[in-house]
């Protein structure tokens, strides 16, 4: 079974500042991983993913993530933050070679302020 | 390329009641998951349909019961509903295949059982 756990349930920020919204799993067995972002009153959309290859991803909008196997963890950054980044953010993760069942963590509402 | 539709949009039901909620997938997609999303936690997975066949499980009690049709859109039923259903219920679409597979994600349906 897989379980995800993000460790900030609030992050507020101001406009350009840095931000870094963490993500740690647990599996047993290998794992793609996911960001989803949820903006109010909307469904989900797929930020970046990792599957294979290069441990550094990254999204059109200007957002990256870093796959550590060795901390099983998949931290979101993003260098200068917009207002129009408010919004709920998901970590997920899928068994590699299972189903497509994703397995969320509770979500890190983040607020940018001006 | 008409992406993943849901409906209604909203729903308020009486608990005991059963209700129905419908999902249609994104065009060329043969797989459709469906997920509740309770206030402030993130997507849980209730269950999954591939070419008109269940393909996976989550925890969820047997009056949660779905169907795919073979235009590959899907109806999820809830018996006897309670309070607790109370959820925001997420319909994502994909090209079956594998975990590493994007799911795409409609605006979900907000129940509310009173």
């Known amino acids: 079974a897989q379980s995800v756990t993000q460790l900030d349930s609030q992050v507020p920020v101001f406009e350009e500042a840095p931000v870094e919204l963490r993500c740690n799993y647990s599996?047993?067995?290998?794992?793609?991983l996911f960001w989803y972002v949820q903006y109010p009153n909307q469904g989900l959309q797929l930020l970046l993913k990792y599957l294979s290859g290069s441990t550094l991803v990254e999204s059109i909008n200007g957002f990256e993530a870093e796959f550590n196997k060795s901390q099983t963890s998949f931290h979101l950054r993003k260098p200068s933050v917009h207002i129009s980044d408010t919004a709920e953010y998901f970590c997920a993760v899928t068994p590699q070679g299972g189903s497509e069942k994703l397995v969320f963590g509770k979500g890190t509402k983040l607020t940018v302020n001006p | 390329e008409t992406g993943v539709t849901q409906s209604p949009t909203h729903l308020i039901k009486t608990r005991g009641q059963q209700v129905t909620l419908r999902c249609s997938s994104q065009?060329?997609?043969?797989?459709v998951s469906w997920y509740q999303q309770a206030l402030g936690q993130g997507p849980q997975f209730i269950f999954q349909?591939?070419?008109?066949?269940?393909?996976g499980r989550g925890n969820f009690p047997p009056r949660f019961s779905g169907l795919q049709f073979p235009n590959y859109s899907s109806e999820l039923n809830v018996n006897a509903l309670e309070l607790d259903d109370s959820a925001l219920y997420l319909c994502?679409?994909?090209?079956?295949?594998?975990?590493?597979?994007?799911?795409?994600f409609g605006p979900g349906t907000r129940l509310t059982v009173t």
């Open positions: 599996s047993s067995v290998s794992v793609y």
């Open positions: 349909y591939y070419r008109e066949e269940e393909n």
């Open positions: 994502a679409s994909s090209l079956g295949g594998g975990g590493g597979v994007e799911q795409y």
């Open positions: 065009s060329g997609h043969n797989t």
